[in-house]
Structure formats: structure tokens, C-alpha cells
């Protein structure tokens, strides 16, 4: 069982390129998300799939682009890239967040570094 | 939409003491998790913990959810507890995690 699996781990793009974050998990979960951290911000939500074929925004989409056309996998888009997006991009997988009970949890990726020059 | 706000910001201690650490939310919540990340950016859940206390070893946690907080308990600190602690809740719709911004502990031996 590998949970939530993410690639690359680091990377280094220039501004206006464009790139995917992949993100994959084994558990059947149909929740999935993307956040970016900043310091001193926490985490934010970026884009987020409650099942395959279903995508919404989160608090800050903008620049960023998914899809969900399975269950397993749940790519993060970046169609030009800009300084103000170098950032850790973390992939996250539960059950739907409103059935998280105890012993459900939700399960991250380990990050991806990501750096716009 | 839900705010949740974390104190202190920053924590330094020294090994063997203990540090409490307070998330508040805005709203009332059925779910409030708290997370910690370690030095190399892994993401751990430690307790879901939407009311009542919990205990797990050295940490406990425990949240009055009728007064919107929850209050994470590490005693007999250790350099492995460094990192950065949040708090997440569900948002009303259910569809995401709201995290406070978290609360950096610095353990030195």
C-alpha cells in the first residue's frame, strides 16, 4: 500500500513554462486535494475532487488547472508558470471530508518543491 | 467561511518541558484534526478530536467545541517533537480542510 504518491519532488521551472504535478493514491478514496504551503500562511486549499469527473475550486485556484478522470489519480496543472506560484505542493486523499470519523483520516503526499525563476 | 487561528506562532523550548498549544475556530465544527509536520515536510495526523479529550503517549488534545477551541498538550518535550503543529477543521460544506497557520516548536537539547 503506498498512500498518496507524488511527483517530482522538486523541480525548478521558469517563468511562463508549464508543467504537471502528479498525485496518486491506492486507497479508493474519492476525496482528493491540492494545497500549497507558504510560510507563515499554513496550508491552502488550491483545487479539490469529491469523485472521478468531479472538480471545484478551493480558496486559491487561480493559475492552476485539474482534471479527475480516475479515481487513482488527481494531476495539478500549471499553464504559466509565475514567481508568486514557487511554493510546496502537497496532494492529500481522504473519504469525503464530512465523513471523516475517527479513524478515517486524511492522508498527504510528501510534498513537492516547486521553484519559479 | 470557518477562520481558525493558532497560538503561539512560534514556541522554543527546552527538552523536558511542557507547551500548550490553542487552536480557535469561528464556527462550530464536527471535525477539528491536529496535524504535525516535521523537519523534512511530512504531514502526520495525530488526533481527530471534534470534542472531549484525547491522549496519545506524551500528547493529548482536547477540544470544548460549545466555547470553539481545542488545546494540544505535549509534556516532556523532545527535539523529535520540533515542527510545526496545525489545526485543521471541515468547512460547512464538507468538501474541504480549513488549517489555522501553525504554531512552530523549536525542542533543544
Known amino acids: 500500500n503506498a498512500g498518496v504518491t507524488q511527483t517530482p519532488k522538486f523541480q525548478v521551472l521558469k517563468t511562463g513554462q508549464s508543467m504537471t504535478l502528479q498525485c496518486a493514491q491506492d486507497?479508493?478514496?474519492?476525496?482528493m486535494s491540492w494545497y500549497r504551503q507558504d510560510p507563515g500562511m499554513g496550508l491552502r486549499l488550491i483545487h479539490y475532487s469529491v469523485g472521478a469527473g468531479i472538480t471545484d475550486q478551493g480558496e486559491v485556484p487561480n493559475g492552476y488547472n485539474v482534471s479527475r478522470s480516475t479515481t487513482e489519480d488527481f494531476p495539478l496543472r500549471l499553464l504559466s508558470a509565475a514567481p508568486s506560484q514557487t511554493s510546496v505542493y502537497f496532494c492529500a486523499s481522504s473519504y469525503l471530508p464530512g465523513q471523516i470519523i475517527s479513524g478515517n483520516t486524511i492522508y498527504f503526499g510528501e510534498g513537492s518543491w516547486l521553484t519559479v525563476v | 467561511g470557518i477562520q481558525v487561528e493558532q497560538s503561539p506562532p512560534d514556541l522554543i523550548l527546552q527538552e523536558g518541558a511542557n507547551s500548550t498549544l490553542r487552536c480557535n475556530f469561528s464556527?462550530?465544527?464536527?471535525?477539528l484534526q491536529w496535524f504535525h509536520q516535521n523537519p523534512w515536510g511530512q504531514l502526520i495526523n495525530l488526533f481527530y478530536i471534534p470534542s472531549g479529550t484525547k491522549q496519545n503517549g506524551r500528547l493529548s488534545a482536547t477540544t470544548v467545541a460549545t466555547e470553539r477551541y481545542s488545546l494540544l498538550y505535549i509534556s516532556s518535550s523532545q527535539t523529535t517533537d520540533s515542527g510545526v503543529y496545525f489545526c485543521a477543521v471541515v468547512n460547512q460544506a464538507g468538501t474541504a480542510l480549513i488549517f489555522g497557520k501553525g504554531t512552530t516548536l523549536s525542542v533543544s537539547s
Open positions: 464556527d462550530s465544527v464536527n471535525n
Open positions: 486507497m479508493n478514496h474519492e476525496y
